[in-house]
């Protein structure tokens, strides 16, 4: 009879609370017959334990527990449990988090991630240290929604994610997770721990392997798959407690260099469009008119179709990602205060070698970014005891971040035949130095290149001060209110220049952009310019010889002297801007953030509540074409309200808000004034690019709701949902769609009342968990989650051609195992349905859904 009343307690009091709340119960809570006061389930996302439904804030908070039920590791499954969150796919460098709708819009390496992260009350300043990682051992994952920057280390300008993870313990435990899936998946994690000196030091190891080959298989090497999962880390903590008013927490992380073949994984659009908007015929050289040459055609092993239906690359590698870390986190209790200082220091590589959709040489690397960034922090923070007319937290943060950023592009044999106009390949293919010159156009060149800057040196360093006060006016109102200044100081050095002239440097420019590349001048028909050197002569005789076998270049005829320039021409087209070592113009600024917040408890189990929050991301330092162009900071106002409720007889937590939010120079891909090609051109006319640049007003509203239902015997159900009305209140700098880029077009156009990019109006998900009682203390658990997201646009010109359909995806698990959690062994599928809605997409090429996947994972606790 004992057993049996425990077990009908579980899903109404600490399943409700792990699916609902995802954190621990106070621990004076104190249970009733059938259900507990949900009220007791707790969060950390203000640097102290707080009842959830105390907190004005708009929070989902995950549980490890539901994670790990379904094998949900990555940030995207992750994801899909929240509510108005969504991870918009790149590579492990151009992923990133939104909230709301912002912050879809990949970083730049200048750049402060829209949506901060927080992993163990340590910052992360960078997008890609989420994108290629397993999330294991996790208790909890919190999401708060807003400006940030009162408390929780580094400031982020529409909200946080804040995962953490398991900690050390003095009680021995031991968990296990060993699982198979499709396509040679295995996943499998270790988390042991417990006391190392009884009383003194205790320690927790994590460790974790993910290897799998991703769904797409590469026609050329075909052990080489897109996306294929390739992780190993460990994580060691020891927690030491020498006296009752002192502790220490130290970690140490690391994972391995390894690749993940994540770029190139998209087809051509079979029939792309052929005209404009206004009728115009598209005239820019496609993939399939370039593999109609006879260049391409000579190779009967590969057709149009292979290149419409299959990935066949001969350069493509995986992306190596890797990372270490390292954080020592001090708490001192010093009478009703607590001082505590959190020391980390992060590491991250990256190394992409990217190759064009064919097994042609064309490239040897197709642009791929090198980084290497680093970044150490130190916060300071003083926290009040809870309780009394006011409790507060006080401190100070630092945080420099360098990152060494190098974008690569190598081109092969191949290029030359590749890139040329129609004319120039037609008259370079006419004969055999006509065919050398074409290979030799671009052949093994190599270049740090223009795009948006060969190499930059970036450093970027913050400083702040912070406070947060909660007022208790009286037993049901409280006014939070907080404020912090951030001290920014960023700075980048670049350059773009080539690296190896190749096969042939004798078809370089005299120079680009002043950087002086040893060439011969002529003009566009081969003739040689009048003023070169003694030495340039030399060099064009001795390239007379090379092609021609004829000793002067005097003595080409006028159809092998236009052979020349065309492959001159080629060269210089690819090899772009070119400019020397310079710095860009930092930004340095003083930037406010603060927070109002009242809430009112109407009664035990209903709080009311309003936010007003203002928050800044940094400006950026950044080169346009080697010349400095600035990006404005970014300011951002929200104001919400919102109730915290449970309800029927506290079996339904149930919370919803309404929210409006202001950004002011918002910062994402915009048109600007090219300086270079227009001081280059010197025609009187003004050119323009697309970069990084503020589109100068976005508004997002919209309602959230967020609950937790527990009423029905041994099933619970987690539900969010979200209307978000994102658009640009005024962007006047918007690049032309490409529909509407037809010659004679305006350079830019007015986005102003169109939908923000990347913002889905309709998103939710659904989590549910059922347990069936069988054969003592077994059960058969039933877990599943659905997650919904409408339409929107993929790309930040919202083109008609990149809307991402409406898309329903389901991952299910059933297993079979003990209450206790000794065993249990699950059979999950992820994308039950296969739901195949694209990726992404452009006019021209999309990136397929990946599809359903079946495993079976086995855990186990000693």
């Known amino acids: 009879m004992t057993t049996t009343h425990r077990y009908r307690l579980k899903p109404v009091t600490a399943l409700i609370a792990t699916l609902a ?45 539901e ?39 990949g970083q730049t390496e200048a750049q402060d991630p829209s949506v901060g992260i927080i992993v163990d009350g340590v910052s992360y300043a960078y997008n890609a240290l989420t994108s290629s990682f397993d999330f294991v051992d996790i208790d909890t994952i919190e999401v708060t929604r807003g400006p940030q920057g009162t408390l929780l280390g580094k400031n982020a300008s529409v909200g946080n994610v804040i995962f953490t993870t398991k900690r050390p313990s003095f009680t021995p435990t031991a968990d296990f997770t060993l699982g198979f899936r499709q396509r040679d998946g295995l996943f499998a994690t270790a988390a042991v721990g417990g006391p190392v000196v009884d009383g003194l030091i205790a320690w927790r190891g994590t460790f974790s392997a993910n290897k799998g080959a991703g769904d797409i298989k590469n026609a050329y090497n075909r052990d080489i798959s897109y996306t294929n999962t390739d992780r190993i880390s460990g994580r060691v903590q020891f927690l030491i407690t020498p006296s009752p008013d002192f502790k220490a927490r130290i970690a140490f992380d690391l994972q391995p260099r390894a690749g993940e073949t994540t770029n190139g994984r998209a087809l051509p659009v079979v029939n792309p469009p052929t005209t404009y908007s206004n009728g115009a015929p598209i005239t820019t050289l496609t993939n399939e008119q370039r593999l109609a040459r006879r260049w391409f055609k000579d190779n009967t092993g590969y057709s149009l179709a292979d290149y419409q239906n299959v990935i066949t690359t001969d350069s493509v590698r995986g992306l190596v990602t890797g990372s270490a870390g390292a954080t020592a986190d001090l708490n001192w209790q010093l009478g009703s205060h607590t001082l505590t200082s959190i020391t980390a220091w992060k590491s991250y590589h990256f190394d992409a070698v990217n190759d064009d959709a064919t097994p042609f040489d064309v490239y040897r690397n197709a ?73 030799n156009s671009l052949a093994n060149v190599r270049a740090s290149y223009n795009s948006p800057t060969g190499v930059q040196d970036i450093t970027n360093k913050s400083a702040a001060i912070f406070a947060q006060a909660n007022w208790h006016l009286s037993d049901a109102l409280t006014l939070t209110t907080g404020a912090r200044l951030t001290r920014e100081d960023r700075r980048n050095v670049g350059t773009s220049r080539i690296t190896s002239n190749g096969s042939a440097p004798e078809l370089n420019p005299v120079s680009v952009n002043g950087v002086a590349l040893g060439g011969f001048a002529t003009n566009a028909t081969g003739d040689l310019a009048a003023g070169n050197t003694a030495e340039q002569i030399a060099l064009a005789n001795a390239t007379a010889a090379k092609y021609f076998n004829v000793p002067t270049y005097a003595a080409l005829t006028a159809a092998q002297r236009r052979q020349v320039a065309d ?82 007889n506290k079996t339904l937590i ?12 918002y910062q ?13 051109n010197n025609d009187g006319t003004f050119y323009y690019t697309s970069t990084t640049g503020n589109s100068p007003k976005v508004e997002v509203k919209g309602i959230e709701v967020d609950g937790v239902y527990g009423g029905i015997r041994n099933l619970t159900v987690r539900f969010s949902a979200a209307y978000n009305d994102a658009k640009y209140k005024s962007f006047p700098n ?24 990347g913002a889905a109006k309709y998103t939710g998900n659904v989590g549910v968990d059922y347990r069936q009682p069988v054969w003592g203390d077994k059960e058969i658990n039933y877990t599943a989650n659905v997650a919904f997201s409408s339409s929107y646009y993929s790309d930040a010109g919202l083109s008609a051609y990149s809307i991402v359909p409406k898309s329903t995806t389901v991952d299910a698990g059933i297993g079979f195992g003990t209450r206790n959690k000794a065993f249990n062994v699950s059979l999950i599928v992820k994308n039950l349905f296969d739901d195949d809605t694209v990726r992404s997409r452009t006019s021209t090429s999309y990136t397929p859904a990946i599809p359903r996947s079946v495993g079976i994972q086995f855990m186990a606790r000693l």
């Open 567 to 648: 492959a001159k021409a080629i060269r210089q087209t690819n090899i772009g801007v070119l400019f020397p070592t310079v710095e860009a113009e930092p930004f340095k600024a003083t930037q406010p953030a603060w927070v109002l917040s009242p809430s009112y408890k109407f009664t035990r189990d209903l709080t009311g509540y309003a936010s007003l929050q203002h928050g800044e991301k940094a400006g950026i330092a950044q080169f346009v074409n080697g010349i400095s162009t600035p990006v404005k900071a970014e300011k951002t106002d929200s104001f919400e309200v919102g109730f915290k409720s449970a309800l029927l």
């Open 367 to 439: 642009g791929g970014f090198w980084n290497d960034y680093r970044q150490a922090s130190q916060e300071l923070r003083l926290t009040s005891a809870p309780g009394g007319f006011v409790d507060y937290q006080a401190g100070l943060y630092f945080i420099k971040v360098d990152n060494t950023a190098d974008y690569r592009r190598w081109w092969g044999n191949d290029a030359g035949a590749w890139f040329a106009s129609n004319a120039q390949y037609a008259r370079l293919d006419a004969d055999g130095a006509g065919r050398d010159l074409l290979r």
């Open 654 to 665: 149930l919370n919803a808000d309404v929210f409006l939010t202001r950004i002011k120079d």
């Open 668 to 680: 994402q891909s915009v048109r600007v004034v090219d300086a270079y090609t227009t001081a280059l």
């Open 734 to 757: 918007a690049a032309q769609r490409a529909e509407d880029n037809f010659p004679g077009a305006a350079p830019y156009t007015d986005q102003s009342g169109k939908p923000l990019a």
């Open 67 to 105: 994670l790990d039920r379904l094998g949900a590791v990555g940030i995207d499954d992750i994801t899909k449990r929240a509510a108005n969150v969504s991870w918009n796919l790149g590579n492990q460098r151009t992923s990133s988090i939104s909230i709301r709708g912002i912050g879809k819009i």
């Open 21 to 65: 709340a995802g954190s621990t119960f106070a621990q004076d809570a104190a249970p009733a017959a059938d259900t507990q006061a949900l009220g007791a389930v707790t969060v950390r996302s203000r640097n102290r334990i707080e009842k959830l439904q105390d907190v004005p804030l708009s929070i989902s908070v995950i549980q490890g527990a």
